[in-house]
């Protein structure tokens, strides 16, 4: 009477060769979803010295309050393979340039990072009222802009913005 006799619905090796592929395929599933969801997410805001950027906040933000008693208002547009920027005051009038540069960030990797010196247009000369452009397609994606415009002040007129780019414009 010692027949071996196997009894139904057991847990075999089977069994556990399944529980652990599963608990392998749960954890690899989940580890790849938010490496994809941080990479897709991530500002890119980095210091090299936090101590530093932090004894500069109260001048920074001084500068800031002072930029925006102006009034001012920056016009970017991105369209047709060209970057194009403007500077209109509070009452919508161009404000008069020397010069702008901008910075295109990406969030995520520093060696996409592209700076570009504008040139002014609609056969202006620098200084005038025109709009200032340069012949770019950023890639598509999302862009921190970092804008710097010469106005003639004791420092240039700041204008960061986050935007995103589809089909070589702005969205």
Do not use: C
């Not at 010069?99 to 504008?118: Q, S």
């Amino acid at each position: 009477m010692s027949a071996e006799t196997q009894k139904p619905g057991g847990f075999t090796g089977k069994h556990m060769l399944i529980v652990i592929v599963s608990f392998f395929a749960v954890v690899i599933g989940v580890n790849v979803t938010m490496a994809t969801l941080a990479q897709k997410s991530w500002t890119g805001l980095v210091v090299e010295n936090t101590y530093v950027a932090s004894q500069q906040f109260n001048e920074e933000a001084r500068k800031g309050r002072a930029q925006a008693a102006l009034g001012w208002t920056g016009k970017l547009t991105v369209a047709s393979g060209e970057v194009r920027y403007r500077l209109v005051d509070s009452q919508g009038k161009p404000v008069p340039l020397h010069g702008v540069r901008i910075l295109f960030r990406h969030p995520a990797y520093e060696a996409e990072d592209e700076a570009l010196t504008l040139a002014a247009v609609s056969g202006g000369t620098p200084g005038d009222t025109g709009a200032f452009a340069v012949r770019h397609t950023p890639k598509d994606g999302v862009w921190i802009v970092e804008i710097d415009a010469d106005a003639g002040l004791t420092s240039p007129f700041r204008d960061v913005r986050r935007i995103m780019i589809s089909n070589g414009a702005l969205r």
